[in-house]
C-alpha cells in the first residue's frame, strides 16, 4: 500500500516554544491530507483537512493560530503546534489520500507523540 | 448529527472467535472501513465494505448492511498479537472519515 512518512516520532518540548510536524506522501501524490489528535483511550479526533495550494480548513474549536497547517506541494504538509502549553500534550497524527481516489482507504503517518513539560 | 457507536471494550480467548459490532448514523455513506490500532501506534487497515455482505480476507471478514446502519469485525482464530483497538470509520457524503471511539480488544490465553 502507499506510504506515508510522518516525522518526527516522539517530540519533548518546554512550554511556550514552537514545534513543527512532517507528514509526507512516498508514493503518491496527496492532494488531501488529514491531521488527528488522539488521547489515551480516545477516538481519533480531525483537527483539519489540509488541501495543496490552498488554506486549511479547520474543525470547530481548533485554533487555527495554535495549530498552524501548511500543504505547500503535494508530498508534503506541515503541522506547527505554536506556543505549546502542557495540555497540548497528545498523539498526533496524519493521514493522506489522493483527493481523485475518493473509496481508498486513508493512509496513516506513523503518529508523533508529543510532550510538552 | 454524526455518530458511530461500538463497544468499549472485549475480552476473547486465544483461538477463539471475536465479533465487533458497529452501528452508524451519518450524513450520506461512502464506504465503511475497519482498522486495527496497537497502542502508541496509527491505525493501519484492515477492510473496506460499500455494499452489503460478507467481506473476507484471510483470518478477518467484515459485513455491512446498509439499511441497518450496522456492520461487523470478525476475528478467527484469534491470536495474541490480535490485542488492539479495532475502529470503525464511515465515510460520509463529503468523503470524510467519521470515526468511531475504538473497541479495546483484549485477548486472554
Known amino acids: 500500500g502507499a506510504v506515508v512518512s510522518q516525522h518526527p516520532s516522539r517530540v519533548i518540548c518546554k512550554s511556550g516554544t514552537s514545534v513543527k510536524i512532517e507528514c509526507r506522501s512516498l508514493d503518491f501524490q496527496a492532494t488531501t491530507m488529514f491531521w488527528y489528535r488522539q488521547f489515551p483511550k480516545k477516538s481519533l479526533m480531525l483537527m483539519a483537512t489540509s488541501n495543496e495550494g490552498s488554506k486549511a480548513t479547520y474543525e470547530q474549536g481548533v485554533e487555527k493560530d495554535k495549530f498552524l497547517i501548511n500543504h505547500a506541494s503535494l508530498t508534503l504538509s506541515t503541522l506547527t503546534v505554536t506556543s505549546a502549553h502542557p495540555e497540548d500534550s497528545s498523539f498526533y497524527i496524519c493521514s493522506a489520500r489522493d483527493h481523485r481516489e475518493r473509496y481508498t482507504e486513508a493512509f496513516f503517518g506513523q503518529g508523533t507523540r508529543l510532550t510538552v513539560v | 448529527g454524526q455518530n458511530i457507536d461500538q463497544p468499549t471494550e472485549m475480552t476473547a480467548t486465544e483461538g477463539a472467535i471475536v465479533q465487533i459490532n458497529c452501528t452508524y448514523q451519518?450524513?450520506?455513506?461512502?464506504?465503511l472501513f475497519w482498522y486495527q490500532q496497537h497502542a502508541g501506534e496509527a491505525p493501519t487497515f484492515l477492510s473496506y465494505?460499500?455494499l452489503d455482505g460478507l467481506e473476507e480476507k484471510g483470518r478477518f471478514s467484515s459485513f455491512l448492511s446498509r439499511s441497518k446502519g450496522y456492520s461487523y469485525l470478525l476475528l478467527k482464530e484469534l491470536q495474541m498479537k490480535d490485542s488492539a483497538s479495532y475502529l470503525c470509520a464511515v465515510k460520509d457524503s463529503n468523503y470524510q472519515l467519521i470515526w468511531g471511539a475504538g473497541t479495546k480488544l483484549i485477548i486472554k490465553p
Open positions: 465494505n460499500v
Open positions: 451519518t450524513s450520506g455513506f461512502n464506504g
